[in-house]
């Protein structure tokens, strides 16, 4: 069964530090990897999301690196703000033979918050 | 697009009641999927469908737990009787593909059963 984990649990960074989340997972097998942002009281919001043949995607100040064989990827977001507060979620999607099954399993999250 | 809508936002009930959770996906994702958050599990995917056509119920809990997606622009989730265990934050989401593309999050029905 796939787990999936997510260090640090939370995070506080003063304003404008370049940041690492990390995210593992004991299956290597997946179709792909997505990193999601949640505020409080809402939805997911898809940050990246990163094919299991891709290394990295890179939207912004934010940078998604994916190490399949070892069961990692990190989120590095850059130069953080005050709005970048969140939890950040990842999640690997399971799939074999070129074909994705539509699961995602999700870690439990990093809870982020940048202040002033 | 308004995006994924989920009524009722919140609803609280007593134990053994029906609850009914509805979702209305974007138009034109052909997937939908019911979520359901607790601070102790997590996220866990319950089910989801393709064309209207559950594919894997295989995370829903017990008998308790039905949905249905009787055309493309509506789904529910319904639990009876309800527990007090039952209690989360249910999410529906939906998407055009299946692993190429992300999944489009509802705002979630937060249930509380007494």
């Known amino acids: 069964k796939q787990e999936v984990t997510q260090i640090p649990a939370a995070l506080s960074v003063p304003e404008g530090e370049n940041l690492v989340l990390n995210c593992s997972f004991t299956?290597?097998?997946?179709?792909?990897l997505q990193w999601f942002r949640q505020d409080p009281g809402k939805g997911l919001t898809s940050l990246l999301l990163?094919?299991?043949?891709?290394r990295e995607q890179t939207s912004g100040r934010l940078n998604a690196s994916l190490d399949k064989s070892s069961g990692r990827s990190t989120l590095y977001i850059a130069a953080s703000q005050p709005g970048d507060s969140a939890t950040y979620l990842c999640?690997?999607?399971?799939?074999?033979?070129?074909?994705?099954?539509?699961?995602?399993?999700f870690g439990q999250g990093t809870i982020l918050t940048v202040h002033p | 697009d308004a995006g994924v809508i989920q009524s009722p936002r919140h609803e609280v009930t007593e134990m053994g009641q029906e609850v009914t959770l509805r979702c209305k996906p974007i138009?034109?994702?052909?997937?939908l999927f019911w979520y359901r958050q607790t601070m102790m599990r997590g996220l866990e995917l319950l089910i989801y469908?393709?064309?209207?056509?559950?594919?894997?119920d295989s995370g829903m809990p017990e008998d308790r737990f039905s949905a249905k997606m009787p055309n493309a622009s509506f789904s529910t989730l319904k639990i009876q009787p309800s527990e007090p265990r039952d209690s989360a934050v249910y999410f529906c989401?939906?998407?055009?593909?299946?692993?190429?593309?992300?999944?489009?999050f509802g705002p979630g029905t937060r249930l509380t059963v007494l």
């Open positions: 469908f393709n064309n209207n056509v559950p594919i894997d």
């Open positions: 990163i094919q299991s043949s891709q």
């Open positions: 138009s034109g994702h052909d997937y």
């Open positions: 989401a939906s998407s055009p593909t299946v692993g190429a593309d992300t999944q489009y």
């Open positions: 299956d290597s097998a997946i179709y792909n």
């Open positions: 999640a690997v999607g399971v799939g074999a033979g070129g074909t994705s099954y539509g699961k995602l399993t």
